[in-house]
């Protein structure tokens, strides 16, 4: 009997088209591969596998498919301890970091506004966004499906939402995050830390009411842009998740 793959939650969305909602598959090739090159030829990145079951028995991606087996594939779940080592990522994050492809650009600046150390340039070609996440341990975020399935990816998500402030809260709750968020301590325009800065050093930049009517104020390092508590952050605030850190 040809092996079968059984695909769990809403992986069956993330197939290729001609097998797109499916939740059972035959392998219909003869040929011996990998689960993980299998699971990937119908189309689902590795990313976003987050246990594989043969018979109740934990396996790797490493795992030969042959006859009579019955794969079951299960998706990451929230919350995604991404810092525990397990049997498809035996080797763990130790921070989290983000880098975001350019088909989700906007989701930079607001991993940022909510303090997540999150690179991105809409020059970077695949190969650059691959080599930063895996040199720098980062979490590559996309919708781009065929990105994710580079072998040398091992911490990626496929972004679902579509709206910005969706995504953030999306990716958030994946991590389980909601705790970790510490707004408007990083800069939203090039990714580093802020610091803050007495009102007399900047006071000559700042407009006459800027001046009159704020006294606390940030400074990026990188940048230089000055940043303060203003009716804008406001707005802003209001799509953070709730939580101690953005109260």
């Known amino acids: 009997m040809p092996p079968s793959l059984t695909f769990h939650g809403d992986l069956p969305d993330l197939l290729h ?14 040929r011996r591969a990998s689960v993980k090159d299998v699971i990937e030829s119908f189309g689902l990145p590795h990313t976003e ?43 763990p994050l130790t921070n989290i970091k983000f880098i975001v492809d350019v088909n989700v650009g906007k989701l930079a600046r607001f991993l ?12 970077w070609k695949d190969d650059k966004l691959v080599a930063l996440s895996c040199r720098e341990q980062r979490i590559l975020l996309t919708r781009d499906l065929s990105l994710l399935q580079r ?14 402030n969706e995504q953030l809260l999306e990716v958030i709750g994946l991590l389980g ?18 610091q803050p800065i007495a009102k007399e050093k900047i006071k000559h930049r700042l407009q006459p009411l800027t001046r009159k009517y704020y006294n606390s104020f940030s400074r990026c390092p990188g940048c230089r842009r000055i940043y ?18 953005a109260e």
């Open 17 to 30: 088209r001609r097998w797109r909602g499916r939740q059972r598959l035959i392998k219909a090739d003869t």
């Open 49 to 91: 596998v987050g246990r594989l079951e043969v018979q109740g028995r934990q396996v790797d991606f490493s795992l030969v498919v042959g006859e009579d087996l019955a794969i079951e594939i299960f998706p990451v779940l929230p919350p995604w301890n991404v810092f525990d080592p397990t049997l498809l990522r035996p080797r």
């Open 112 to 123: 940022r506004m909510a303090g997540f150390d999150t690179l991105y340039d809409h020059r």
């Open 151 to 164: 072998k040398q990816v091992e911490f990626g998500r496929y972004i679902r939402a579509l709206c910005p």
């Open 177 to 194: 995050l909601e705790r970790h968020v510490v707004p408007f301590s990083r800069c939203m325009v090039c990714n580093t830390p802020l």
């Open 228 to 245: 303060w508590p203003g009716s804008h952050l406001d707005g802003m605030r209001q799509l953070l998740p709730a939580g101690p850190a």
